[in-house]
């Protein structure tokens, strides 16, 4: 293995390990503080905007050290309203499947519904609707999409088959929902968005389409 490779590899392994360490410390010292006043869904915003600033230097690392990979395959041939226009149908195409799966998982599998996954929705949707939208429509997607597919994915390209990065990259985005049914859901969704990311080759397009896809799973919580 070359040593652009091992560097890739290295990438993938520092920063999901920087972003698991900072954001469960994190999220450990709001919630001794802040949970009982403010509820859990303040103390994820609070470790997610900790966890940002990291997350954002591992994204710019990566582009700046593989600047190769993720070209996006619309930044060849493409005019600037065709790429604009591209890029609004892989946000609706991720945001719509996303929608779908959730209803998919939730409504006509209950057998997936644990313990676990009650606990992990109630965590998220514990606080008042500005807070909520803040932490998970805004700044969850940010921090995630810069991670999973800005980072990860861009590293496993480097070391890897591109199909199987998008793979690996979404099995981690599952993996760290720590239960079933939201490994299940966050690992088709990963597929779907970094098969996205990898045709747009724009970070935004994986950030909005995620972002509304939680904006409508939080509208339709409380409502």
Known sequence: ???????????VLLAVCLYFVVYTISGVVTRDFLLE???????????????????????????????????????IREGAAKKFLICLLYIAIIAASSIALNLLFTRFLPFLQTEGFSEARNDLMGG?????????????????????????QRSFEAAINPTAAIFLSAGLFGLF?????????????????GFSYKKTGNI????????????????????
């Open 37 to 75: 006043s403010h509820g859990s869904a303040f103390c994820n915003l609070i470790s997610a905007l900790v966890t940002l600033p990291f997350i954002i230097f591992f994204f710019y690392r990566t582009a700046r050290m593989l600047p190769f990979t993720v070209p996006g395959e619309l930044s």
């Open 177 to 193: 929902h720590f239960n079933l049914l939201q490994f299940l859901y966050a690992l088709c969704c990963g597929i779907i968005i």
């Open 128 to 152: 008042e609707l500005f807070v909520l939208i803040m932490s998970n429509v805004v700044v969850s997607p940010v921090l995630e999409e810069l991670l999973y597919r800005g980072a990860v």
């Open 204 to 223: 935004l397009v994986p950030i909005f389409g995620h972002s509304i896809a939680n904006l409508v799973v939080v509208l339709h919580s409380i409502l």
């Open 1 to 11: 293995m070359d040593g652009l490779k091992r560097w890739a590899l290295l990438n």
